[in-house]
Structures are given as structure tokens and as C-alpha cells.
């Protein structure tokens, strides 16, 4: 009896590694809100811009990590030049070579980030945010998924929808901290989405998880300081009126 015992308990083991031990790929989809406001005689405009940009991007899971990045099917570059009286908007969207990386071993995020034709590398902790479980429940792609929800500092509300029955750990971006796969992201009440299309469980190559190694090694604070300082300086250069040229990146 107590050999059936062990035999049954070393059985159930086994199962539960495989279920929750799996690699495979998620195809996502990214929307991203297009908002920009112009005002006097280049209002009108606006009825000609393009409301959103969409990509596809890929996410390689393992027991051991996860890699979110460009699909193999590229986004096409978006570009287009509307002209005024004074001026004019060229507007070129494009999607960066940005990879988020997740060690689930060590806990570890490395993000590498396009931002004006220059490489940078992020790596930091991954931090458990203060995420709120709702209890709200809906199907994603035959998962069913629960809803959290996270507010931030300036009352932005990021709501996740995540499958804790799915065989891995992550998401996509740099949504990982949550106790199973996320499968959709609906930031700020839709200014982005990411949104599962489909699910194949067959075990990618080893050598998609290859750590992002391009770009200059900086922390989060640096990063998003550059980012400003570039935008307070285009918006300064475009004061004067003349052609504004717009880079919307995914």
C-alpha cells in the first residue's frame, strides 16, 4: 500500500512539472493610441492623422525565462505628410528593435529600448507590484483569466487580464509579476493594449533566449531622463513654426 502510495505521489509530481514547466510562443498584438493636439490653422489637420498604430510582437517562454520582441512577420514603417498654409506634420511611425528579457530564476528584467536611433540596456529586479485582484473573470483564447488591476501615481489605471492555469509564468512587456500568463494589458483606459491572438506549446529554440546585450548600459531613471530632455528639445526647435516631423515608435 505504501509503495502504491509513493508511485501515485511521484505520478502527480511529474504531472504537475509538466504542466507547469512548458515552453511555446504567444503572438501578441499591440494598439497604441495616437494623441496629438494641434491648434490655429494646423487643427484641421488632425482629421487626416492616423487614431492608432498596431503591431505584432512575440513572446518565447520556458520554465527558466521569457523574451518579448518583434514577430518574425516585421511591422511595416507607417509614413505620411500632411502640408498647411504655415507648414506641415510629417508623421513616421516605426516599430524599435526593443526586447524585454525575464529571468525567472533570478528575478532578474533586461529591457533594451530604441529611442531616437540609439540602443540602451536596462536591467534591473522585476518588482511585485501592488497589483488588486478584482474577481472579475472572462475567456481568453480557452484560458480562463482573472482581472487585476494597478493605479499609478498620476491616477493611471492599468488593468491585466491573467490565466493561472496557463503552463508558464509572464507576459507581455514587462508584465511579469503576476501568478500566471497575462494575456491581455489595457493601459489608461486603451492609450495601449496588448492582446493574446494566438498560443503554440511547441518548445522554441534555445537560441531565442539569448539576452539583449546591444546599447548603453543605463538605470530606469537615466533613461527616462533622456527621453524628456529630447522632447523638451523638439518641442523647443518646433516653436517657431514650419514643419513638424512626428516619431511614433511601439
Same mark, same amino acid.
Not at 493574446?196 to 534555445?206: F, N
Given at each position: 500500500?505504501?509503495?502504491?502510495?509513493?508511485?501515485?505521489?511521484?505520478?502527480?509530481?511529474?504531472?504537475?512539472?509538466?504542466?507547469?514547466?512548458?515552453?511555446?510562443? #504567444?503572438?501578441? *498584438?499591440?494598439? /497604441?493610441? @495616437? %494623441?496629438? !493636439?494641434?491648434?490655429?490653422?494646423?487643427?484641421? +489637420?488632425? $482629421?487626416?492623422?492616423?487614431?492608432?498604430?498596431?503591431?505584432?510582437?512575440?513572446?518565447?517562454?520556458?520554465?527558466?525565462?521569457?523574451?518579448?520582441?518583434?514577430?518574425?512577420?516585421?511591422?511595416?514603417?507607417?509614413?505620411?505628410?500632411?502640408?498647411?498654409?504655415?507648414?506641415?506634420?510629417?508623421?513616421?511611425?516605426?516599430?524599435?528593435?526593443?526586447?524585454?528579457? #525575464?529571468?525567472? *530564476?533570478?528575478? /532578474?528584467? @533586461? %529591457?533594451? !529600448?530604441?529611442?531616437?536611433?540609439?540602443?540602451? +540596456?536596462? $536591467?534591473?529586479?522585476?518588482?511585485?507590484?501592488?497589483?488588486?485582484?478584482?474577481?472579475?473573470?472572462?475567456?481568453?483564447?480557452?484560458?480562463?483569466?482573472?482581472?487585476?488591476?494597478?493605479?499609478?501615481?498620476?491616477?493611471?489605471?492599468?488593468?491585466?487580464?491573467?490565466?493561472?492555469?496557463?503552463?508558464?509564468?509572464?507576459?507581455?512587456?514587462?508584465?511579469?509579476?503576476?501568478?500566471?500568463?497575462?494575456?491581455?494589458?489595457?493601459?489608461?483606459?486603451?492609450?495601449?493594449?496588448?492582446?493574446?491572438?494566438?498560443?503554440?506549446?511547441?518548445?522554441?529554440?534555445?537560441?531565442?533566449?539569448?539576452?539583449?546585450?546591444?546599447?548603453?548600459?543605463?538605470?530606469?531613471?537615466?533613461?527616462?531622463?533622456?527621453?524628456?530632455?529630447?522632447?523638451?528639445?523638439?518641442?523647443?526647435?518646433?516653436?517657431?513654426?514650419?514643419?513638424?516631423?512626428?516619431?511614433?515608435?511601439?
Amino acid at each position: 500500500m505504501k509503495r502504491s502510495f509513493a508511485l501515485l505521489a511521484t505520478i502527480m509530481t511529474t504531472g504537475l512539472v509538466a504542466l507547469f514547466g512548458q515552453s511555446g510562443t #504567444i503572438q501578441f *498584438e499591440e494598439v /497604441r493610441k @495616437i %494623441e496629438i !493636439k494641434l491648434e490655429g490653422e494646423m487643427a484641421h +489637420l488632425m $482629421e487626416n492623422m492616423p487614431k492608432e498604430q498596431r503591431s505584432g510582437k512575440s513572446l518565447y517562454f520556458s520554465p527558466q525565462a521569457t523574451i518579448y520582441k518583434e514577430s518574425e512577420e516585421k511591422t511595416e514603417d507607417q509614413n505620411m505628410a500632411m502640408e498647411g498654409e504655415n507648414g506641415g506634420i510629417r508623421i513616421m511611425m516605426s516599430a524599435p528593435d526593443n526586447k524585454t528579457y #525575464i529571468d525567472l *530564476e533570478k528575478n /532578474r528584467i @533586461i %529591457e533594451q !529600448k530604441e529611442f531616437m536611433t540609439r540602443m540602451f +540596456l536596462i $536591467e534591473d529586479d522585476i518588482v511585485q507590484e501592488g497589483w488588486k485582484i478584482t474577481g472579475n473573470q472572462k475567456m481568453i483564447l480557452d484560458y480562463s483569466c482573472m482581472e487585476a488591476t494597478q493605479t499609478d501615481t498620476a491616477g493611471a489605471v492599468t488593468r491585466v487580464w491573467f490565466a493561472p492555469s496557463f503552463p508558464a509564468k509572464g507576459g507581455p512587456s514587462n508584465f511579469c509579476s503576476l501568478p500566471g500568463m497575462v494575456m491581455e494589458v489595457d493601459i489608461n483606459d486603451g492609450s495601449q493594449i496588448f492582446l493574446a491572438r494566438s498560443v503554440d506549446m511547441t518548445a522554441p529554440s534555445k537560441d531565442i533566449f539569448k539576452k539583449p546585450s546591444d546599447g548603453k548600459k543605463v538605470t530606469r531613471e537615466e533613461f527616462d531622463t533622456i527621453v524628456e530632455e529630447k522632447m523638451k528639445e523638439m518641442n523647443a526647435g518646433n516653436s517657431a513654426g514650419g514643419t513638424f516631423i512626428i516619431k511614433i515608435k511601439n
